[in-house]
């Protein structure tokens, strides 16, 4: 699953938005607003929301001895 179920509304991924220069949108039924804000008239739009990126493994903390299995028999 690449979204959350439940998704904070935000003016920048509103369908009723578009985007301007900026961090600003032109919002259908409030005009020019902040990407950060959002009002009852939110539709969202998954296509304009970017996920945020996954976090990077970092192997050079592990050892080559981190990835064997050790039997005790």
Do not use: N, W
């Not at 998704?7 to 920048?12: D, S």
């Not at 539709?43 to 945020?52: A, S, T």
């Amino acid at each position: 699953m690449l979204f959350k179920k439940d998704i904070e509304p935000r003016c920048a991924y509103c369908a009723r938005g578009a985007q301007l220069e900026g961090s600003s949108i032109l919002c259908q039924k409030k005009g020019v607003v902040e990407a950060a804000g959002h009002c009852r008239a939110f539709r969202y739009d998954p296509l304009k929301r970017v996920p945020p990126r996954p976090a990077v493994l970092d192997l050079s903390r592990l050892d080559e001895e981190d990835f064997t299995l050790e039997t005790d028999r």
